[in-house]
């Protein structure tokens, strides 16, 4: 279980820490409403979803994307389906239910988009990337071909990516590595496994293929994102000694990294080299507060976060001010 109880040894004559505890545990503890950092103003707009299998309701959304538009697509975990909400985060549209057809699901874990027309879905139980247009209309599935060499497949995908060249970017959580699909959905490389030295992946959560054709993993048990070339070699980590259990990975404004984290229960905000800017979040059920936060994403200064344990997405607006 999470704490931030502080623990304070006071002595009779320990006159310092009378009068800097209350400055200590303000500064300690992330603001739940408003953060607001010199160079970061981040402020919530608004939040959509409760628990419960009605269309509209969530529970456990682990993953969402949003296009242009700001029509907002979430992977909604527990029911096994796919929602489609506007910008007020009023539903669109539903598909999915428990099964193995075209159009259900077992245990849907992320979705991406490459083009805002097709969106992919990582069907976790069913190890299957299902494939639909904007309007939720089923149009293909990719299964892994066991024809090929192992290293060239895949049983549980559990996230994926779509590069601006229209590749895709899986991860399996059965062998701990990604999977790289050329543009006609074809196999055509894989990286991140127990033979890639300081680049091996021991948990990895969610990917992303940021548009200058880097790929960030998040790897839970080694507490950091792992950023590799676009060929799968390794380069560097984020978040090392500051990370615990990062999920979800977006690019904001400026090449930021954002990240969340569901065992601080907030979201980092890293730059290119991996310097940690900003951070905002606490435990809890108040809005702008999280509870195991899955996913992140961000078009136009607004900042979608699934909160997966408290069944909702929240939305924020982020402005950031760079110095001249």
């Known amino acids: 279980m999470k704490t931030n109880n502080f623990y304070w040894r006071l002595t009779k004559g320990c006159l ?8 200590i545990c303000l500064h300690g503890q992330n603001k739940t409403q408003t953060a607001v950092s010199d160079s970061f103003q981040v402020k919530f707009v608004f939040a959509f979803g409760e628990k419960g299998e009605q269309p509209g309701q969530l529970i456990q959304p682990n993953g ?3 296009d242009p538009n700001g029509f907002i697509y979430v992977a909604d975990t527990g029911n096994n389906r796919l929602q489609k909400f506007d910008n007020k985060g009023r539903l669109v549209s539903s598909i999915g239910g428990f099964g193995w057809d075209s159009e259900q699901f077992q245990q849907p874990m992320d979705i991406c988009s490459g083009n805002s027309l097709d969106f992919y879905i990582a069907d976790q139980e069913n190890g299957r ?28 995908p559990i ?11 899986i991860v399996d959580s059965e062998y701990k590595r990604i999977l790289k699909f050329n543009s006609r959905f074809e196999p055509a490389t894989m990286f991140g496994d127990f033979d890639w030295g300081q680049g091996a992946l021991d948990k990895p959560a969610q990917v992303f293929v940021s548009r200058n054709d880097q790929v960030f993993v998040s790897d839970q048990d080694k507490h950091c994102i792992k950023v590799y070339d676009y060929f799968g070699n390794y380069l560097y980590d984020v978040g090392q000694n500051i990370l615990i259990a990062p999920t979800g990975i977006c690019a904001g404004n400026e090449n930021q990294i954002i990240v969340t984290d569901s065992g601080l229960d907030r979201v980092l905000f890293f730059d290119k080299t991996g310097r940690l800017l900003y951070q905002f979040g606490s435990e809890g059920e108040k809005y702008g507060a999280f509870n195991n936060p ?3 994403a961000f078009l136009q200064n607004n900042l979608y976060i699934a909160d997966t344990g408290n069944n909702r997405i929240q939305i924020f607006k982020v402005n950031v001010i760079v110095s001249k």
Not at 16 to 23: A, D, K, S
């Open 129 to 156: 990337i299902e494939r639909y247009d904007k309007d939720l209309n089923w149009i293909s599935s990719i299964y892994s071909n066991q024809v090929l060499p192992e290293n060239l497949q895949f049983v549980f």
């Open 16 to 23: 310092f820490c009378l009068l800097f505890f209350p400055f």
């Open 159 to 169: 996230s994926l990516s779509m590069s601006i060249h229209g590749e895709l970017f």
């Open 64 to 66: 969402l994307v949003v």
């Open 294 to 296: 899955g996913d992140v």
